[in-house]
């Protein structure tokens, strides 16, 4: 396993609503947008299941003045069959140095399954593209997790594996509304990992909400993971063109970055719950 504490800098455990509060008093973390302090603690390992290569990757949000409802959802394609693995978020007590609620997300992956699934043209749930540049040649695949508009997507090429998931929740709809069609993210280092972590906004329900996207390139290449996931991942991709994802900040103007952490900030003081809801 690498387990992997993220930079104090960049996330140094704020939550959304002190986020929020230094965005509207204009005192934001300096060289970026705090939007990723929401992300405190990631940790991956790989695992072989019955022959089949697996990836586990368990990232720690703190989600300031919003609970969060423990929910567990397995990952499969409605035009298959096809069991890729389960996400899981799981609500976390915190008993000191608190600044709200924090929750683990955890995607256990089947990168054997889902790495024969045809490539696509993914796009995050408020239909602007993924915060990812460099996927040009790599098969990307997203995978709709139950009905709860939330997806699952992973990318891969010669020396590229990408692990990401989108997930809205309803009670942020009144921001998608305000603001819809507009993205926040910010990417960070946490070790041999780099990270994108943001906010994406629509008007339609199950179109807003946080999205978490992780370069794994390093972790399936590295000495440090189970030598067999690494042999029979890389053994699949001799063929392919070599890529390099590109995480890049992605901002829209300062007054609607604003606007959107305002909204954010009134509806986390009304004791809303984050939920997936598969209806």
Known sequence: MIHLRTSSQLIGGLSFTLMASL????????????????????????????SEDWVQATATLNTGGFQVAGISFPLSDFKSPAQYGQITLTPISCTKNCNGYSADLTIQLNISQISREPSGSPLLPNGTPLPVGGLQNATTIAIPIANTGAQLYFAFAKGVALLGTAIPFSVLDPAGHYLPGVDVFQP???????????????????????????????????????????????ANLESQVPSKITLSPVHPSQSKENRLFRKIYGLSQQGLKLEMKNE
């Open 188 to 234: 960070f280092t946490a070790g041999p990992i780099q990270v994108t972590a943001g906010i994406f906004a629509g008007a339609a329900p199950k179109t807003t909400g946080i999205g978490l996207f992780m370069d794994i390139s390093g972790v399936l290449n590295t000495n440090t993971v189970t030598p067999t996931v690494v042999r029979n991942f890389a």
């Open 23 to 50: 965005m509207m008093s204009g005192c934001g973390a300096k060289g970026g947008n705090p939007i990723a302090q929401i992300v405190t603690n990631i940790a991956v390992k790989t695992s072989v299941q019955n």
